[in-house]
Nanobody, 114 residues
């Protein structure tokens, strides 16, 4: 069974930065498009960023210019560098393949204080 393990969240002041990591126990990790999603309290999960196996990226308008998605295929890991964080970025962040193919992991909580 594929496991997705997110880490790197925490409490940060507005304007700060965090870097999230997600390890995926996929034998063919490098062949998969990957994505980060987030879910804020009382809201639906939303797509934040995608990264294809070929290196193309896409970002939600709300994070464009502030977040950067990257990957290390040798480590089966996808990253999300988050800069100039805002209170509206507060959510649990999840990774998965894109489109989603596997059960969600436990996520990592990001809390941005004003």
């Amino acid at each position: 069974q594929v496991q997705l393990v997110e880490s790197g969240g925490g409490l940060v002041q507005a304007g700060g930065s965090l870097k999230l990591s997600c390890f995926a126990s996929l034998n063919t990790f490098g062949e998969h498009d990957m994505a980060w999603h987030r879910q804020a309290p009382g809201k639906q999960r939303e797509l934040v960023a995608t990264l294809t196996s070929g290196g193309s990226t896409h970002y939600a308008d709300s994070v464009k210019g502030r977040f950067n998605i990257s990957r290390d295929n040798g480590k089966n890991t996808v990253y999300l560098q988050m800069n100039r964080l805002k209170p509206g970025d507060t959510a649990v962040y999840y990774c998965n393949t894109y489109p989603q193919m596997y059960f969600w992991g436990q996520g990592t909580q990001v809390t941005v204080s004003s």
